[in-house]
């Protein structure tokens, strides 16, 4: 089964391909306090997406050498 993540378009100037910030929380080893941990990933469309837009990517077979997720659907 794929990986799925969600998350908001923050570009979409590329033809064919947005990027999608995706945030999490992680805690501190110690401390224990939880921070945002936030990482981008370029993922395949076929339609126009607005930014700011939540989707779900999921992971594909590479279309290029940083292109490895596409947009599943828009939420």
């Known amino acids: 089964m794929a990986q799925i ?3 908001k378009i923050v570009s979409n100037k590329m033809r064919s391909t ?3 910030e995706v945030t999490r929380l992680k805690r ?7 921070t945002k941990v936030s990482d981008r990933y370029k993922a395949h469309t076929a339609e ?16 290029s050498h940083g292109k490895k997720w ?6």
């Open 70 to 75: 596409e947009v599943v659907k828009s939420l």
């Open 48 to 63: 126009e997406i607005p930014e700011g837009t939540v989707v779900e990517i999921k992971a594909s077979r590479p279309r």
């Open 28 to 34: 501190h080893p110690v401390y224990g306090k939880q």
């Open 5 to 7: 993540l969600k998350g």
């Open 18 to 20: 947005v990027i999608v």
